[in-house]
């Protein structure tokens, strides 16, 4: 393989040339005592941080942005940290999926504005692995993922509490009357021991896995939890081969095939992630020029069993247990059967190389393929006349005997409707209703908030119902469970179907069949749309404004109409 020279590196226009834009560029890094041989005709790394104080999740990022910087010193690069936009998910509002396109603008200008030859991407919470990648291959330079890693397991008086699922589980047991408030309290302190991701198979753990079998992270990175000493090592890896990969250079268009992206949904699938995964991965793959659609999706996951044991999918088993039965290699190395393993990577191999003498230590965790936990994949892809474009359910986190109901809708406008009524005494509901929430989608919302997964009313809790069909146009925490249809398309917002529901109405889910139906004669609907009026504007500028201008629909990434495709931008003028 040709290696460039250091006259063709692309920061050699900043500071290896000889005018007075160079002179300043050079004077610059002298004047924070660097030496003129410590960058030029170097590889310059741009190390897109994404820490914050609020990203809980990316704690570790300030230590491990050093440790990436020791890998590329070692290897002859320059390292330079860019930090951006955090999309923190426990404290942004009203939806980090509302910031996801923002950082994957950021990421991009971050990487094209600047003198950078190569990108080490720091991300790991729900909406930056997919932000990063969607920035890191717009921008077409070598990049690398790290992955943040998962926490270590949550401890409550002895009893293993997984991020996320326990919270949606103990909160429905506080408002049903079986555990106290000092109890709910109490869990407080051991849920969460480290920092890191969620340590479910939720969105996080989903899309660092995700972006790992896409071929564009190390062999096993994405399962190290994030308080292991691996992680820093592998952190310090990511930095030495990056450099290598800018002498080399393999940018993301010499490594990605369609292979690869059906690598990464085949993962999603066998693993039982999150249904937030399909949007991301449909926008990463428009970044990238492939095609990936929802029918994909449901041929995959038909084909494809759900090996991994862990929950919300299981009721035991947590990302730490993960790694010690093998992790993200051995998981993948049983899957070989259903992947592409001649797809490139960020090694310089293949996906079948990487893989070559991955272990399984604890078969219950990492499931034979003639004993997986469900016989396909944790997703399937719904259509009909309440979902002409789609929706989604997570089968494998659902109560079997719900994916084939018939029931009434109880209508729900939207969140704050819901809040204020889901607890009435006096509200119509059985375990037999189908809770529809309206205003949640990508527009509506702003920004698909998790919604989806709402709470059974507390009457009906207190009944012992632990589950029933609930459908909206939102998103749900891939740490949840339930019987939830999500992402239908077109939203409500917009005039999609799910618009013309009205209390009473009979809705029909068909999972076996893929079908999803409003059973209100026609005639009747058309009455409905023709008095249906679209909401008023609720954002008149700013990032929000933007959104709601340019967003697409669930079905088709979420991604904004003028960044999913088109030519590279032109490379910056240096004047």
């Not at 308080?227 to 002498?247: F, K, L, N, Q, Y």
């Not at 730490?320 to 998981?331: K, S």
Request: hydrophobic residues 40%; negative net charge.
């Amino acid at each position: 393989m040709r290696r460039k020279t250091p006259e063709e590196l692309r920061s050699h226009r900043w500071f290896g040339v000889d005018d007075i834009r160079a002179f300043g560029h050079r004077s610059r890094l002298l004047q924070t005592g660097l030496s003129e041989a410590d960058f030029r005709g170097k590889p310059v790394i741009g190390i897109i941080n994404t820490w914050s104080d609020l990203s809980i999740c990316h704690a570790h990022f300030r230590t491990r942005a050093e440790e990436v910087k020791r890998g590329v010193w070692q290897a002859g690069g320059f390292p330079v940290e860019l930090p951006a936009h955090p999309v923190t998910e426990q404290y942004q509002k009203p939806s980090s999926m509302l910031y996801r396109n923002l950082l994957a603008m950021e990421a991009e200008e971050l990487a094209r504005s600047h003198p950078c030859d190569g990108l080490v991407l720091l991300g790991g919470c729900d909406k930056t692995p997919p932000a990063l990648v969607m920035g890191a291959l717009s921008a077409g330079l070598p990049c690398i993922f790290v992955p943040a890693g998962p926490m270590l397991s949550g401890n409550w008086h002895g009893k293993k509490l997984g991020s996320g699922s326990d919270v949606w589980k103990y909160h429905a047991e506080l408002r049903a009357g079986t555990i106290s408030q000092a109890q709910w309290k109490d869990m407080e302190t051991g849920i969460a021991r480290s920092f890191g991701t969620c340590m479910t198979a939720g969105t996080a753990a989903t899309m660092m896995l995700a972006v790992e079998a896409l071929g564009l992270a190390l062999p096993g990175a994405s399962s190290i939890p994030a308080a292991d000493s691996a992680h820093p090592r592998m952190a310090t890896a990511c930095g030495r081969r990056i450099v290598e990969m800018v002498w080399e250079d393999e940018t993301p268009a010499r490594i990605l095939s369609q292979g690869s992206i059906d690598n990464a949904v085949t993962a999603t699938m066998a693993f039982g992630g999150s249904t937030n995964a399909i949007p991301h991965l449909i926008a990463m793959a428009r970044r990238g020029g492939f095609q990936l659609d929802l029918e994909r999706f449901d041929a995959i996951s038909r084909r494809v069993p759900l090996i991994a044991n862990l929950r919300p999918n299981g009721d035991t088993f947590l990302m730490e247990d993960f790694f010690y039965a093998g992790g993200a290699r051995a998981f993948m190395a049983r899957l070989a059967p259903y992947l592409d393993l001649t797809a490139r990577t960020v090694t310089g191999a293949t996906l079948g190389e990487n893989l070559e003498g991955a272990e399984i230590y604890n078969e219950e965790i990492i499931r034979p393929l003639d004993r997986p936990l469900q016989s396909e994949g944790g997703v399937a892809i719904l259509r009909g006349s309440l979902a002409p474009r789609g929706a989604v359910i997570k089968t494998s986190a659902s109560d079997p005997r719900l994916l084939t109901h018939t029931g009434p809708a109880v209508v729900f406008e939207n969140y704050n409707d819901m809040n204020a009524r889901l607890d009435d005494p006096a509200l119509e509901v059985t375990a037999d209703s189908v809770l529809v929430l309206r205003q949640a989608g990508p527009q509506g919302g702003p920004g698909m908030p998790e919604w989806g997964m709402m709470p059974i009313p507390k009457k009906l809790l207190q009944q012992g119902v632990r589950d029933m069909v609930r459908l909206s146009d939102a998103r749900m925490s891939g740490t949840s469970y339930g019987t939830c249809v999500l992402h239908v398309a077109p939203e409500s917002h917009v005039g999609g179907p799910l618009a013309l529901v009205r209390t009473g109405d009979l809705i029909r889910l068909d999972v076996p069949n893929r079908s999803l139906d409003l059973l209100v004669e026609p005639a009747e609907l058309e009455r409905r749309r023709a008095a249906w009026v679209a909401p008023t504007p609720r954002y008149a500028r700013g990032w929000t404004a933007l959104h709601l201008q340019h967003v697409r629909q669930a079905d088709e990434g979420c991604d904004f109409d003028f960044l999913e495709h088109g030519p590279l931008t032109p490379e910056p003028e240096i004047h």
